[in-house]
């Protein structure tokens, strides 16, 4: 009797949720002449919250799924609640940017949930070549969305760049996957590792690791691979720039914890000292190399490469406290740093004309709730009490410390504390010098306002609040262990 392998598509309900949104956006947008755009936002955000619904079974659930091409369980549940955050909170603040910018784009929408379906596919994936899929839809999809602003050289030009050196890390990663399929006859996560258990080790086995380490280490920008960051960062639309910085990072990192950590767990020791240089150059770099920025879009790339680092060091402490404070910490900074190009785009205004941080200057006066909401979502990124950054930080470097990593945890303080520097200086910009915003030159909108208050109060709330989240994402973690 041939056995039928187990299907659940309630597991990925979410995902087809999204992707039939996006093809019935694709459709209406046909015949819509005017008021496109916002139609596919109404049916955008509409999906991601019925989406939330349908992801609610997943925490309850531990077993692979469509032979055991995916893996239905509560770490798929918790980064499925991520990548449908940074959708929602995204949706928010583009209806607004697409009307300033006079784009009547449906297809802005399309590829936003095509984008947020491959996520999805990539951090349940069980199997390299599922893994790969997910990027590969994800990545095309956020290819365009760089490229959107067709009238800006610099959006076309960051598109190319993020396509070249896009399809670079993922030639890398393939490559790598087929060496490892060469050395153990498997791409499955658990076959990985039921032959690195066995003892077996070859150069061929050696090279395909190393490889889809530099791959993984492409998608997070982590240095020396980060060299596509501020140009993509500051040449993209700004709340692409945001979805990039919170979810593309989210999921790549969620897909190499669970690559790593399921099925490379037997070479540990040889990766964990390869991440233990990869975080130290990252934090350094990241944080001096933003300290002379004058442009703020290129000074959060910057921030968001240390973040990285800061990031890699739960993934070197290699237990689940760390690990778990990983999926905090990805929480904290995907509401943190959606705010705070939320606020990049509404003071850079149409054309994004003001991008530097001397056009901060005196915001503090002109529209002082704005500026009160970038002073705590800067703090948040600073790693100051009480925000959710703060927590994040200190679950991290406790895991580090317990596990010995006693420099790699000073070396991240003592950056930590060097950021302080330019996230305040455009406190000092907009609190303590003369204004040069004028008071009718920025323009809200419910969407906007709405997503600004979600940022705020959540990265307050569970900065003050953390134990629930600390325990959810502890107990997410634990198929990984």
Do not use: C
Not at 38 to 51: P, R
């Amino acid at each position: 009797m041939i056995q039928v392998p187990e299907v659940f598509l309630e597991g990925i309900l979410p995902a087809i949720i999204l992707s039939v949104a996006g093809i019935v956006t694709m459709v209406v947008g046909l015949f819509i002449r005017k008021g496109a755009a916002t139609v596919g936002g109404i049916i955008s955000a509409a999906a991601v919250l019925l989406a939330f619904y349908a992801n609610a079974p997943l925490r309850a659930l531990d077993k692979p799924a469509f032979a055991s091409l995916i893996s239905l369980d509560g770490y798929t549940w918790f980064f499925n609640i991520l990548i449908l955050i940074a959708l929602g909170m995204t949706i928010l603040t583009s209806l607004r940017y697409l009307a300033d910018e006079g784009m009547d784009l449906y297809e802005y929408f399309v590829l936003l949930l095509f984008a947020g379906a491959g996520m999805m596919f990539m951090v349940s994936g069980n199997h390299l070549l599922t893994i790969f899929i997910g990027l590969e839809t994800l990545s095309i999809s956020v290819y365009v969305l760089t490229g959107v602003l067709s009238r800006s050289p610099r959006s076309s030009e960051a598109a190319l760049k993020y396509l070249i050196l896009g399809a670079f890390s993922s030639g890398l990663f393939l490559y790598g996957a087929a060496l490892l399929y060469g050395a153990s006859g498997s791409l499955g996560l658990p076959g990985l590792a039921k032959y690195f258990q066995s003892g077996s080790f070859t150069m061929m086995g050696g090279v395909g690791m190393g490889l889809l380490l530099v791959g993984f280490a492409f998608k997070v920008a982590a240095v020396p691979f980060h060299m596509w960051t501020p140009d993509v960062y500051e040449g993209a639309p700004s709340p692409i720039t945001g979805f990039m910085s919170v979810g593309v990072k989210a999921v790549a990192f969620a897909a190499f914890a669970r690559v790593f950590f399921e099925s490379l767990n037997a070479l540990q020791v040889n990766w964990t000292n390869i991440l233990w240089v990869l975080a130290v150059l990252t934090m350094i770099l990241g944080n001096l190399a933003a300290l002379v920025q004058d442009n703020i879009k290129r000074m959060l790339a910057y921030s968001s490469i240390a973040h990285a680092g800061y990031i890699l060091v739960g993934m070197i402490a290699g237990t689940a406290a760390g690990i778990s404070g990983i999926l905090y910490y990805l929480l904290a900074y995907t509401f943190t740093n959606l705010g705070a190009f939320g606020i990049v785009t509404l003071v850079g205004r149409k054309g994004e004309a003001n991008v530097y941080l001397d056009d901060y200057r005196g915001l503090g006066k002109a529209h002082p709730a704005l500026a009160l909401a970038m002073s705590i979502f800067l703090f948040s990124l600073a790693g100051i009490p009480p925000t959710a950054g703060f927590v994040g930080k200190f679950t991290i470097f406790s895991a580090a410390i317990k596990s010995g990593y006693i420099w790699l945890v000073i070396i991240g303080v003592l950056t930590s504390a060097a950021s302080v520097f330019y996230y305040f200086r455009v406190v000092m910009k907009m609190y303590m010098e003369s204004p040069d915003v004028e008071p009718d030159g920025i323009r809200f909108s419910p969407s906007m306002s709405m997503a600004l208050v979600i940022s705020v109060v959540i990265v307050l709330y569970i900065g003050i609040f953390p134990t629930t989240y600390l325990n959810l994402a502890s107990e997410s973690v634990k198929t990984l262990f």
